[in-house]
């Protein structure tokens, strides 16, 4: 009876290690670099220069509790530009889940900037990221970008997905 038993399991493993690899893999593309520039075009993030943000933090509007950070990193560029990378970490809310073939999620995240002149804080700024994402069976994907009620990116396929913020 063991010998059934154990032919059998193999059988069964066997049998799903052949399935068939023409499944679907979903793409997922939700990696999100935050650049703040001025007018003139300067980074507002680089600790050296005057009239920059240099404290920020980032809390999820949707989160289970008044404080729920978000994680980012600050990163920066081969030029020493710097921008916020946001992966993910802030709550997903169905917008249009209906649709299988092409749901909508979004995001909301309060951002907190310290501005500073001269190493002397000058204000607090409180600003709002939204997120928006699509999902379809093949990706799911960032797909716009509000900065304040202001639309700052909508996602062309192929392309990263880089927000420029001029303040």
Known sequence: ????????????????????????????????????????????FHIKKNMTYFIYSMNDVNGNSDNAPVNSFLKATADSTLFIEYIAGAKRIGVD??????????????????????NTIL???????????????????VSKVYYNDTLRFTKTPGSSNVVTIVK
Do not use: H, W
């Open 1 to 44: 009876m063991r010998n059934i038993v154990f032919g059998f399991l193999v059988f069964f493993c066997t049998f799903l290690g052949c399935r068939n690899g023409d499944d679907d893999l979903q793409e997922i593309d939700q990696i999100l670099n935050i650049y703040m520039k001025n007018s003139a075009g300067r980074d507002l």
């Open 123 to 141: 204000d607090t700024i409180n600003d709002t990221l939204k997120i928006e994402y699509r999902m379809t069976p093949t990706v799911f994907e």
């Open 97 to 118: 889940t209906l649709d299988l073939n092409n749901k909508r999620y979004e995001s909301i995240i309060a951002l907190a900037m310290i501005k500073r002149l001269n």
